[in-house]
């Protein structure tokens, strides 16, 4: 399994260091990483239509609607064909994760994993706020409401994934919680 291109999620509140340990993977294993929130802030930098239209409701920090999100993964995720992918903020909806489903199986492509990155908002929000890289996002505010979303995705994918969704604590050094997501994919 471990030697089949496969798919891992990763969901965690902003500031969980899920980025980061995307890196690690991508660094020592080769995956590829697909973020729908870099994907958004691409659209929005560019100024396509999409971008415009997501840009308010991501300066909110509230959810861009499943069908731009879906539309956009589905464009882009058969680029990865032939890799295992790390895919980060996506799924949140379960109508997200219902296409996801049907997309995996097109692709031929099992799920591995679900990670859920989790640290508390007291340790996360100054985080984002210390990390300061000019995200129009990046405000106390915004950072509060990003996180409750947050809370209630994980419950969905919970709720959805089922065993399948691994808890990682996020509070630790960069290496104890790259150890975690070791144990967790079995690598
Ligand atoms: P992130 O960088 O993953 O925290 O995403 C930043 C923002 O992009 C979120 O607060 C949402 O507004 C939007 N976004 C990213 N991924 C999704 C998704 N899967 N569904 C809906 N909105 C998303």
Redesign the pocket.
């Known amino acids: 399994m471990t030697n089949q291109n496969h798919v891992v999620i990763f969901s965690g509140p902003?500031g969980a260091g899920k980025g980061t340990q995307a890196d690690i993977l991508i660094k020592n294993l080769g995956y590829a990483h697909f973020?729908?929130?870099?994907e958004?802030?691409a659209h929005v930098a560019q100024g396509t239509e999409l971008g415009l239209q997501?840009k308010v409701?991501?300066d909110?920090?509230?959810?861009?609607?499943?069908d731009?999100?879906i539309a956009m993964?589905r464009e882009k995720i058969q680029a990865f064909a032939g890799q295992s992918l790390i895919l980060?903020?996506?799924?949140?909806?379960v109508a997200?994760a219902e296409a996801l489903g049907g997309l995996l199986s097109e692709l031929d492509m099992p799920l591995k994993g679900v990670l859920l990155f989790e640290v508390p908002e007291s340790v996360v929000v100054p985080r984002i706020l210390a990390r300061g890289q000019g995200r129009a996002?990046d405000n106390e505010e915004t950072a509060r409401k990003?996180y409750q979303?947050y809370v209630e995705q994980g419950r969905l994918l919970v709720e959805y994934y089922g065993a399948a969704v691994n808890k990682i604590d996020g509070v630790g050094t960069i290496e104890e919680v790259a150890s975690r997501v070791n144990a967790a994919l079995g690598l």
């Open positions: 902003p973020s729908t929130g870099d958004l802030r997501a409701i991501m909110a920090g509230q959810l861009v609607s499943d731009i999100v993964v980060d903020g996506f799924p949140r909806t997200q996002d990003r979303v």
